[in-house]
């Protein structure tokens, strides 16, 4: 949640500490089986950090101070 969001930032945490709660509820109101659902979930959330790790190394709001 901290690297998600933004490491070095109290703003960046609680943003992705919300986005990582929220995402699984919105995917249990599609109606998937739970056996398909879960891996589904693992791996969108692997590829979202893959993703944001290329993009955006310091997270959503978060700074760089490593120089």
């Not at 960046?12 to 089986?33: Q, W």
């Not at 993703?51 to 955006?56: G, N, Q, S, W």
Request: aromatic share 10%.
């Amino acid at each position: 949640m901290v690297i998600f969001g933004g490491v070095g930032r109290i703003p960046g945490s609680i943003i992705g500490a919300v986005i990582l709660v929220v995402f699984p509820e919105l995917l249990r109101f599609l109606g998937m089986p739970s056996a398909i659902a879960a891996p589904a979930r693992q791996m969108i959330y692997g590829l979202l950090l893959v993703f944001l790790m290329i993009k955006r190394p310091q997270g959503i709001i978060g700074v760089y101070r490593f120089k």
